[in-house]
């Protein structure tokens, strides 16, 4: 059973690209969450989402950014028109439940870098 | 809303030394604590949590963490530290649900 898969592990774009981060959670796990983390700070939740559903986007912010689970394929985290405050570790999780209080499995992240 | 506080962002030790990681939290509900370990290249892996029950938890390698309400800390220790070791350490809370809290990390460094 591999782990959370994330794609690539390192994404390079120019500013006013777009940037697509892809996650594919472990099997049997339908909830899938997104963290960002910058430069020395913590990892801070951007969105949960369930099978084709955005559960809570509370994290994310509300321009440029969206999120996507469909029912086949993994999850994409979006950025359009992307600056060089976009530049981060992105890390996607995945649980089998709901509750993150039963472990959620993290991916190695993707590490873009806006030029 | 809750928040983690990593008081230290880097720690190095000499091999076989004891170490602790330091952790406060602030909420204004009950918890449940976590740590997450990141070797390097790799992703989060859960190393202890605490939910309920007695307060101090065990990882599988060594470690411990003791919940300390009246503090507000969980700091996570290990009496004897291997080159092993080397790693980010996120400690995270979160008030259930899906919104889990982290700490800006401690990369623990042992020295030979």
């Known amino acids: 059973n591999a782990g959370v898969m994330q794609n690539p592990r390192h994404l390079v774009r120019r500013r006013g690209q777009e940037a697509r981060l892809r996650c594919s959670p472990m099997?049997?796990?339908?909830?899938v969450y997104w963290y960002r983390q910058l430069p020395e700070e913590g990892l801070k939740f951007m969105v949960y989402?369930?099978?084709?559903?955005?559960?809570?986007e509370s994290g994310m912010p509300k321009e440029r950014f969206s999120a996507e689970f469909p029912k086949e394929g993994p999850s994409i985290l979006r950025i359009q028109q992307v600056v060089r405050g976009d530049s981060a570790a992105y890390f996607c999780?995945?649980?089998?439940?709901?509750?993150?209080?039963?472990?959620?499995?993290f991916g190695q992240g993707t590490r873009l870098t806006v030029v | 809303a809750q928040s983690v506080t990593q008081l230290d962002s880097q720690v190095p030790v000499f091999e076989e030394a004891p170490v602790e990681l330091r952790c406060n939290y602030s909420?204004?509900?009950?918890?449940?604590l976590f740590w997450y370990v990141q070797y390097p290249n790799q992703g989060l892996q859960l190393l202890l949590k605490?939910?309920?029950?007695?307060?101090l938890v065990e990882s599988i390698n060594g470690f411990e963490a003791e919940f300390n309400k009246s503090q507000t800390s969980f700091h996570l220790r290990k009496p004897s530290v291997h080159i092993s070791d080397t790693a980010e350490y996120f400690c995270?809370?979160?008030?259930?649900?899906?919104?889990?809290?982290f700490g800006a990390g401690t990369r623990l460094t042992v020295k030979p």
């Open positions: 999780a995945s649980s089998q439940y709901r509750d993150m209080n039963t472990e959620a499995f």
């Open positions: 099997k049997g796990h339908s909830h």
């Open positions: 989402l369930q099978k084709e559903n955005i559960i809570d």
């Open positions: 909420s204004s509900v009950s918890v449940y």
């Open positions: 605490y939910l309920s029950g007695s307060t």
């Open positions: 995270a809370v979160s008030e259930g649900g899906n919104d889990m809290r």
